[in-house]
C-alpha cells in the first residue's frame, strides 16, 4: 500500500489506462496537426512552405516538455485533457517534416499531373492520392510518439501539471514516493511505477522498430 492505505497495484492497472489513453489521444492530435501542416507545405510550396519550415523549425528548437508547460500554463488548467492537448500539440513536427518531404517527391509524379490534368481538387489528390502512400512512415512515427507521449505525460504527472489526484498516474506515484523517502518501506512506491513507465515505453520502441523493419524493405529478411 501507500501512504493513504492504498492499494499499488490496483492503482498501477488503473494507471495503465491513463497512460495508454494520453498516448493514443496525443497521437492522434499530433496526427492531425502534422498531416495538415506537412500537407498544405509540401504540395503547395512557396511562401506557404517556407512559413511551414520556420513555423517547424521554432517547435522543434524548444523543448519537449517546457512547451508542454508552457502550453498548460497558458490553458490556465491541469488535468488529463490539458496534458493530452499539450502533448499532442508537441508531437506533431516530426510527422510534418516526413510527410512534406515525401509530398515534394510525390506531387511530381505522372499519376499527380494527370490528376491535375483530369481536374481533380488539391484536397482530393492530397487525400485519395498521396497520404495513402505514405501510411508506412506515418504508422511508424506514430508508435514512436506514442511511446514519448506516455513517458511525457509520467514527467507532467511527477510536476503536479498532468493528471490531478485522486486519479492514479504512474508519474504522480513516482512523485508520491519520492516525498515517501527516508521512510519505512518506501522503496516500492517509486521501484514499481517507474519500472512500469519503462516497461510500457521499452514495449512500443521495439512495436515501432518492428514495423520499421516490415515497412521497409531493404531490412527484409531473404531466405
Known amino acids: 500500500t501507500d501512504k493513504a492505505g492504498r492499494d499499488l497495484l490496483s492503482r498501477l492497472l488503473y494507471g495503465t489506462r491513463i497512460s495508454l489513453g494520453i498516448g493514443l489521444i496525443s497521437v492522434m492530435i499530433s496526427l492531425l496537426v502534422g498531416l495538415t501542416i506537412g500537407s498544405v507545405g509540401g504540395f503547395f510550396g512557396g511562401r506557404i512552405d517556407a512559413f511551414v ?11 519537449g516538455i517546457i512547451l508542454v508547460i508552457a502550453i498548460s500554463l497558458a490553458l490556465q488548467s491541469k ?26 517527391s510525390i506531387k511530381e509524379k505522372t499519376y499527380i499531373e494527370a490528376a491535375r490534368a483530369l481536374g481533380i481538387k488539391n484536397f482530393q489528390i492530397i487525400v485519395k492520392h498521396i497520404l495513402p502512400n ?16 506516455i513517458l511525457t505525460e509520467a514527467g507532467l504527472s511527477f510536476l503536479g501539471l ?7 498516474s504512474w508519474g504522480m ?3 508520491e514516493g519520492f516525498h515517501s523517502m527516508g521512510t519505512l518501506n518506501s ?11 519503462s516497461l510500457l515505453v521499452f514495449a512500443f520502441n521495439l512495436f515501432g522498430n518492428g514495423l520499421r523493419d516490415a515497412y521497409d524493405p531493404q531490412h527484409a529478411i531473404k531466405w
Open 187 to 197: 522503496w516500492h512506491l517509486i521501484l514499481f511505477p517507474s519500472l512500469a513507465i
Open 134 to 149: 505514405l501510411m508506412g512512415p506515418i504508422i511508424v512515427i506514430a508508435t514512436s510518439n506514442f511511446a514519448s507521449a
Open 53 to 63: 519550415m520556420w513555423l517547424m523549425t521554432v517547435v522543434w528548437s524548444i523543448p
Open 173 to 175: 506515484m513516482v512523485n
Open 79 to 104: 488535468g488529463i485533457w490539458v496534458a493530452f492537448i499539450a502533448v499532442g500539440l508537441t508531437s506533431w513536427v516530426e510527422i510534418a517534416r516526413v510527410v512534406r518531404g515525401q509530398i515534394l
Open 162 to 168: 498532468g493528471v490531478q489526484p485522486p486519479m492514479p
